[in-house]
């Protein structure tokens, strides 16, 4: 009871959210509404990155919406519809992987196979490469084009800082979603200034599909490291507001439940203080995800020594340009 499982295409009308946080802390009680980072509640933008790191893979649970933020910094969006999308069949499995290329724990559990694969990281590589050196866009690639909500996570360096992490709530075929977010997650997330060639070496892409939305009655009715969660509320002014976490944001800063409802609302713009009854005004749809995360290194082992070509119209890489 008051659970609502979320299925078919209506979710491909719900706005964008944020995913993540930026260097987000919490101060005082969580019931005191600590986190800082303003949303915006702009309909259909948002970021998704985590300064702490996503680590490798996760399997995750996420929400509804266009497109969204969904590890911190400011951003939400506001929802014109409650529905979300049931998995997408099919999948590809990734064995052999580096601990800088793997499915997350939890992936494809039940004897499902992951869709998340490593050959879409390298995609995204190269849409990016692509597009920075001023050759053809990558052609079709050739795993699975079933259409899922999405997110693309850029970080950089040893500790993996976010560099830039934008997604969608609305189910895209994942050839053109995957070629979309992965150029607007590196060029255009509010945050961080366009990516440069210079970066392309301290590279890790995330890939993360979306699945299992459902819509609860208590915010309290998901698990921290599990679920993705987004809520929807009404601001002080009574304007609708949304903002969402990837299932690892809230497992990665420590945050128990409150703590993270509570900075998902000074995300999405709250500035009043958080009360108990407040909260339970919130609606919240909590999902799941499969996550890849391949690095710079591991894609030029796939170009080098595994000859993966994913359509390439061009000959790449001219690997000095990643020494």
Known sequence: MGRKRCVGADCSKMAAGCCGVKKQKLSGSPGAGGPGGAGSGVAGTGHCGSDLGMGSSSAAAAGSAGRVNGLGGPGGGSASSTNALSPAPGGYNSTGLSPNLSPGPGSGSGGRKMVVSAEMCCFCFDVLYCHLYGYQPPRTPRFTNDPYPLFVTW????????????????AMNLHSGLREYTLTSALKDSRFPPMTREELPRLFCSVSLLTNFEDVGDYLDWEVGVHGIRIEFFNEKGSKRTATYLPEVAKEQGWDHIQTIDSLLRKGGYKAPITNDFRKTIKLTRYCSEKMTMSYADY????????????????????????
Request: aromatic letters at 10%; a positive charge; hydrophobic letters at 20%.
């Open 155 to 170: 970080k950089i360096g040893r500790d993996k800082r976010l560099r830039g992490c934008i997604g969608t709530f609305s």
């Open 300 to 323: 030029i082992t796939h170009r080098q020594h595994h000859h993966y070509q994913n359509g390439i119209g061009h000959p790449l890489p001219p690997y000095n340009h990643y020494s």
